[in-house]
């Protein structure tokens, strides 16, 4: 069998419906993929042919016995930061080097349930903290467009595996940026939904109040049909949006004319790469002729993006990431004098730098006498940014702008100056500080040939007509279906 | 002593009753294998969430609704960070700058009869830590967490209270009203109900002392005999010219004694700061108007009504209507026609005494309502005397017999008022009884009460005394 390994989920979908490809020649195909390609890129983390085959098996039994479910047998490889029952979970970091996930988390499992097969686990940078996936244990992913750069992070391994056409598509997460980021860095479709439309429970936690689980792909269309099995109400989550489902794909048709699109003088300043806002601006050119306006809008606060996710994240970092503390799971240090000293030595020895940087700093902010000084000014930010946004709707319908400053650089450019890696976040965080949906779209390339992405931000819940936008200047373009030589 | 002052606040920590944990649906049963009621929530598995269980914010509504105090039908939800074993977060959920009730108080009736009003500070909800084990594995611990994330309340008084007996009467009060309203069980050697006393002392007039903080305490004796400790401790560290260092304290039982376990210099910061996992826990009108109407009606309420229905005493009305236990029982035994009064009398008297001398609470009592309602008809009915009705009740208390019939048939204890039969005892108690006789018609009243009680053994305790007296008093005068 020859299979295109850069087929779309749509077309996959469709293939297997028309039974021109079974879920066990897919699965067999990307593996052997991932078997051959993987060692050099090292986005996948955990493979586990006999799981994924047996699993890819019973969705071709269910398709004979005559049993329909959305996306019956199409393959997805999971960002290893969902827990996975009897999967490996490590979540890039050495303290879950050997932890066995003991239960599915609900995003999984509702894929699952729209009859998708599990690839294997993708690589992260540690805890998902980090842009450039430098922080994984278990060492960098490479960016399949050019080995000697990165994919962007968190989600490095779930966008170079699709990129690469190791997988059709994957799920991500994103804190600050972490699906939208990498999603431009490789050239994909990526997108981070409304905080509460996918269920938390079962992903582990970085920053509770601003982690959302989201897809990546080639096209627009393929987030839709893959948020449609991912998004869901769950009684397990407290934060979870209790709605009734919808359908993603509903307005991909729609034309664009009368869209008017809001352009904030704050995303186009001197800060960007000048081939990054020029791709940009050819991009928007793209979408006045399709029929949409553009407005300049200002968000006065955004600039407060930064600092205010960095008070935030680390203080809810420093507190979730306490459960790693070697005593019921995780590693553990082999000597110790007694509890204290247990848990120094197995934190020590378990984390990284950048996770111990994030949980010093998450420990800090929340000390005694600084709280007010921190947390509640970031939390003041937090409403102001969302203020800004809300002002902004009443004369546009998206927001537009780059997806981060510059595209993909090489391995250890910013591996030693954390500031630097924090502002190349700088128009994703935004996002995640006021919930709502925002999604990253290939719009072309820089004068050196690398890859820019546009940043489209929505208001709550309007994830239909996000897709819908990007989904149009796909059809109108080609950005989306550049593949590297690989 | 006199001129010191003891100044006490209490919290009491009142586990709720709800079946399963407060934000897991493990069950929160006491005594079950270690670890065999952890959910993947309560053993802090990655990637698990907490979810409320609303039946706990019930309670604790409850709870503030019947001390009158103000419900924050908008309360928070904080992470309160620290690293313990049996802490497997490695935070403890609770409510910190908004609970769920504020304010409050409740009346407290101290040994001489008089009154004092309580005032509560704040009642918060939080989850319950697991447990350390430390005497069944060789030089290693180990950690049961089934009690981890069950629901408990925190009540905090202000500091009100002046006296060990007024801490004691308090605790009481309070163990009784959330029995009363059915949130907690109130078992104390299970620790569903631990109270940490903070006490100082100070010169009257002057600014608090600075306290330390007596943990855990599981019984009102145990609370009686710390505070008194401590109290005595820091009272001569002072007058040794020593400062007081502000502490958490452990009560040895064995020793009588508070220990400090931990100073304020190494007191923890616990880096309080909203859940982001829980939203904020509201009241609707719905619910916080279905708990209003699901109301038990509350000892004070009881209590007038004892006094206007049963025409009870004001002090036999308070004591029945302390614990919904005892109201409980007086009622049932009233319903079957027995008179109040008496019946009152009975669970006041050689109830309670018989209870507490076998440490028996009134729900473990041998003598059930209907039970002791059957002994006080036969006294109202004249079949038995006062004396023989304790006969009969000690007889049902081990078990023998069903009911006062069965007991006073099994044993022949009827009460004789037959006037001929009693005269014949008489008679015969006359005949060698002439010195009596003779000290009595001297004027002695004294002989006749030694005549009755010769007559009332002859007749084994069950001629009608009153009969007797008249009687005797006819045929000697």
Known sequence: MSWNTFATVAETKAALEAKQVSAVELAKHYLDRAAQLNPGLNAYITLNPEKTLSEALSTDNKRSKGEVAPLLGVPIAHKDIYLIDGWRTTCGSKMLENFVAPYTSTVVKYMADAGMVTLGKLNMDEFAMGSSNETSFFGPVKNPWDTSRVPGGSSGGSAAAVAAGLAPASTGTDTGGSIRQPAMFCNLTGLKPTYGICSRYGIIAFASSLDQAGPFAQTAEDCALLLNAMAGFDPRDATSLDRAKEDYTRDLAKPLKGLRIGLPKEFFGEGNEPGVLKAVEAALDVYRKLGATTVEITLPNVKYSVPAYYVVAPAEASSNLSRFDGARFGHRAKEYDDIVDMYKRSRAEGFGAEVKRRILIGTYVLSHGYYDAYYLQAGKLRRLIAEDFKKAYEVCDVVMGPTAPEPSFQFGAKADDPVKMYLNDIYTICANLTGQPAMSHPCGVDENGLHVGMQIIGNYLDEARMLNVAHQYQLATDWHKKHPNI | ?477
């Open chain 2, 1 to 477: 002593m006199a001129q010191w002052e003891i100044v006490i606040g209490l919290e009491t920590h009142v586990q709720l009753t709800t079946a399963s944990k407060i934000f897991s649906g493990a069950s929160t049963a006491f005594g079950a294998e270690p670890n065999t009621q952890a959910s993947i929530v309560d053993l802090a598995m990655p990637g698990a969430l907490p979810v409320m269980n609303k039946g706990a914010a019930e309670r604790a509504v409850k709870f503030g609704l019947a001390v009158g105090a103000n419900i924050n039908r908008r309360s928070i939800f904080a992470r309160k960070n620290y690293f313990y074993p049996d802490l497997p977060k490695g935070y403890q959920i609770s409510q910190f700058e908004t609970p769920i009730v504020q304010g409050g108080g409740l009346t407290i009736t101290l040994d001489d009869g008089t009154t004092k009003f309580i005032e509560l500070t704040r009642a918060h909800l939080e989850e319950d830590a697991g447990k350390s084990v430390h005497d069944q594995f060789d030089r290693e611990s180990g950690v049961d967490l089934n009690r981890a994330g069950t629901p408990l309340l925190e009540i905090v008084t202000e500091p009100v209270m002046r006296s060990a007996k007024e801490a004691v009467a308090y605790a009481k009060a309070l163990h009784g009203l959330v029995r009363y309203l059915d949130i907690c069980d109130g078992n104390m050697q299970e620790g569903s109900f631990r109270c940490d006393v903070n006490v100082s002392v100070r010169k009257p007039g002057e600014p608090f002392g600075t306290r330390r903080e007596i943990k855990n305490l599981n019984s009102f004796k145990f609370m009686q005999q710390a505070i008194d400790y401590e109290v005595r401790w820091q009272i001569e560290q002072i007058e040794d010219g020593k400062k007081i260092v502000q502490a958490t304290v452990l009560f040895n039982p064995d020793s009588g004694e508070t220990r400090a376990m931990r100073t304020k210099e190494d007191a923890m910061d616990y880096r309080y700061f909203p859940d982001p996992d829980l939203p904020p826990l509201v009241i609707d009108d719905a619910m916080f108007d279905r708990i209003k109407a699901s109301m038990p009606e509350l000892p004070e309420a009881k209590c007038a009504r004892f006094q206007s229905e049963f025409k009870l005493p004001e002090y036999d009305a308070r004591l029945l209507s302390q614990d919904s236990a005892t109201a409980k029982y007086f009622e049932v035994a009233v319903k079957t026609g027995a008179d109040a009064k008496l019946v009152a009398n009975w669970i006041i008297g050689e109830l309670s005494a018989t209870l507490n001398r076998e440490e028996k609470s009134i729900e473990q009592s041998p003598v059930s309502s209907v039970q002791l309602a059957s002994v006080v008809a036969r006294i109202s009915d004249g079949t038995i005397s006062n004396k023989i009705a304790k006969t009969v009740f000690e007889a049902l208390w081990s078990g023998e017999g069903k009911t006062a019939d069965d007991v006073i048939a099994a044993k022949g204890l009827k009460q004789i008022s037959d006037v001929g039969a009693i005269e014949k005892i008489v008679d015969e108690v006359l005949a060698k009884s002439a010195a009596q006789i003779a000290d009595y018609k001297s004027g002695k009243e004294k002989a006749l009460m030694s005549i009755v009680g010769m007559v009332m053994k002859a007749s084994q305790g069950k001629a009608n005394p009153a009969q007797v007296n008249e009687i005797i008093k006819r045929k000697i005068s």
